[in-house]
């Protein structure tokens, strides 16, 4: 199994040869491992391309690319029902539309990792503002 986090750094170019680290978790045979993607700004965060990069950093490391599955989670943000009016930390109605609409219009995690859709599958929670 292989955990992937991904990273995307404040500077708008990671070095290619800092982009990718190999953590085995501390045991080398268990068939876990966790690797480490970091981006700059700029770069495009093509997760199976990194995947084919990571080849041969790890024993543990053998990935057939053609059978991968992908996991993602995406939190989807709807409105909930209004706070008491004596609450004073309460957003205000038209900041709530707002952010509400344009959390709905934000790009698929698929699509911007590169993720090949027929084998990504995404778990998603729901959250009221």
């Excluded at 170019?13 to 970091?38: F, K, Q």
């Excluded at 599955?69 to 009016?85: K, Y």
Aim: aromatic share 6%; net charge negative.
């Amino acid at each position: 199994m292989l955990v992937v986090s991904v990273v995307s750094e404040n500077v708008p170019h990671v070095p290619m040869d800092e982009r990718l680290a190999v953590d085995e978790l501390g045991y080398a045979d268990d068939g876990i491992v966790h690797l480490a993607m970091r981006f700059g700004f700029q770069d495009e965060q093509d997760v199976p391309e990194m995947l084919t990069h990571a080849q041969g950093m790890s024993d543990e490391l053998d990935i057939e690319l053609d059978h991968v599955l992908f996991f993602l989670s995406r939190i989807t943000i709807e409105r909930g029902t209004e706070a008491p009016a004596e609450h004073d930390e309460r957003m205000a109605r038209w900041r709530k539309r707002l952010f509400i609409g344009l959390a709905h219009n934000a790009a698929s995690p698929a699509a911007y990792f590169c993720l090949p859709l027929d084998r990504t599958v995404v778990m998603a929670s729901q959250v009221e503002l």
